[in-house]
C-alpha cells in the first residue's frame, strides 16, 4: 500500500485563563432615569391682585407669564416685572 499522509492533527486553541481568587461577576447598566418634562414656575400672584413697588408704586397685576407681571400702574403706565421685586399691597 502506498503512503497515505495523513490528516493534519488538529491545532490546540487556547482558552483564556480565568484569574483565580475573585469571581468575576456581570455589572447591569445602570438604569437611565426617566426624562419628565421640566415643572413650570408657578407664580404667587393672581391677575387682579394689587401689588407694590418700590420705584413704581402701587398697581395691579393684569396678565401673567410664568415669573414676569405685567402690572398697570396708576401713575406710571403699564410695566413687565419679575415678581421677585414686588410685594402684595395691603390694601387688597
Given at each position: 500500500?502506498?503512503?497515505?499522509?495523513?490528516?493534519?492533527?488538529p491545532k490546540a486553541v487556547a482558552k483564556p485563563i480565568k484569574p483565580k481568587g475573585r469571581?468575576?461577576?456581570?455589572?447591569?447598566?445602570?438604569?437611565?432615569p426617566a426624562v419628565t418634562?421640566?415643572?413650570?414656575?408657578v407664580s404667587p400672584f393672581s391677575i387682579g391682585d394689587h401689588i407694590s413697588h418700590p420705584q413704581f408704586g402701587e398697581g395691579t397685576v393684569t396678565e401673567i407669564d410664568d415669573a414676569?407681571?405685567?402690572?398697570?400702574?396708576?401713575?406710571?403706565?403699564?410695566?413687565?416685572i419679575i415678581d421677585h421685586y414686588v410685594k402684595r399691597s395691603k390694601e387688597g
Open positions: 500500500m502506498p503512503d497515505v499522509a495523513s490528516p493534519p492533527a469571581a468575576t461577576a456581570r455589572v447591569k447598566p445602570k438604569a437611565q418634562a421640566p415643572i413650570s414656575y414676569k407681571l405685567t402690572i398697570d400702574f396708576a401713575s406710571r403706565g403699564t410695566k413687565q
